[in-house]
């Protein structure tokens, strides 16, 4: 297992999260026959070498980043470039062969690792959750420093049919703020995104009356602002008065975010809140040895969680036609899932750390990886 030679900052109340989970993880080296119980660099990085390229969700950019600046710290002969083209680019790029592995907010269906299968890889897909964020609902308006929303009021908000910030509804929710009649301009990506499909998935489970479209990765309602990746929505948000978005929390910036409501509190978005969402999630495929996509129930939120959350995977083969290619690309995405890398995103990006569960399931998904 990777460890930083450097010593470790104060833990952050994120990363004491972390420590309180079981990392499964932490063993996944073993698997290759190497020993991580020492705690020492002289595990899977240090052994990886050669180039590897990903791509895809750019939700994960701060997380991925520093995942690269720490793996090749201690895995100086291993190279690691990640691009963030969105969710579905990378789905795209892996699917055809052009990229070793993606990071994607849309877990790849059936089809799409079937595709993979024919194209790029030359075994099976494996797929597991590596990064858990909230999805913070942002907004533009000056003199309104806290903002208070229910899912109904937010699906309408985003259809267009509340169009002005004084509207009754959203003041019903906000007693005693002032409200200006401000016009209300949503903003959505105008790429394939899988942090729109994970957004407009709270509103259909949440709002289903209000919300009637299928979840997708392609934004379903013209008529307001669109902007490609996380950076274009959070910069046309805050370029103009009035203006609401959906973005990773972590990648905001001094946009302000609503408290959203889950029963009957309004929670304010936070690592901690998010993280408690994966405890009711459920697997896909509990029989699948390679997928381990879950369902999230954002519709029926408990007490103190935060439901506007996205799930983001890692994405890879089973078999690849290099070796070292194997083996880079396990030894990285194992550190992704370590205790060491889950508290290193948390840090950077304001991320949730893997449950006992989820981690457990990336170091049986790692397994499948062929190194020889």
Known sequence: MIRSTRSRKVLTATAALALSFSMAACGAGNEGGNDSTSGSSEGEGSSAVGSIKGAGASSMEKAQNEWIAKFTEEAPDATVEYAPDGSGTGREKFINGAVDFAGTDSAMDDEEMASAKDKGCTGETIQFPVYVSPIAVAYNLKGVDSLNLSADVIADIFSGKIKTWD??????????????????????????????????????????????????????IKGGEAAKGTSGVVDTIGAGEGNIGYADASQIGDLKAAKIKAGEEYIEYSPEAAAKILESAKRVDEASKTNYAV???????????????????????????????????????EYAVSEDGQAAASEAAGSAPLSETASKNATDALGQIKTD
């Not at 209300?184 to 790429?191: A, E, F, G, K």
């Not at 954002?298 to 290619?325: F, H, I, M, Q």
Request: glycine share 6%; with cysteine; hydrophobic share 30%.
């Open 295 to 333: 369902k999230l129930d954002r519709g029926n939120a408990g007490e103190g969680v935060y439901p506007v959350v996205l799930v983001s995977y890692a994405v890879a083969c089973t078999d690849y036609k290099d070796p070292e290619v194997a083996g880079t690309v396990k030894s990285y995405l």
């Open 167 to 220: 509207d009754p509804a959203i003041a019903k929710e906000n007693e005693g703020v002032e409200l200006p009649d401000t016009k209300i301009t949503p903003v959505n990506r105008s790429d394939e995104s899988g942090t729109s499909k994970n957004f407009s998935s709270y509103l259909a489970e949440a709002a289903p009356e209000n919300w009637k479209h299928e979840p997708e990765d392609v934004w379903p």
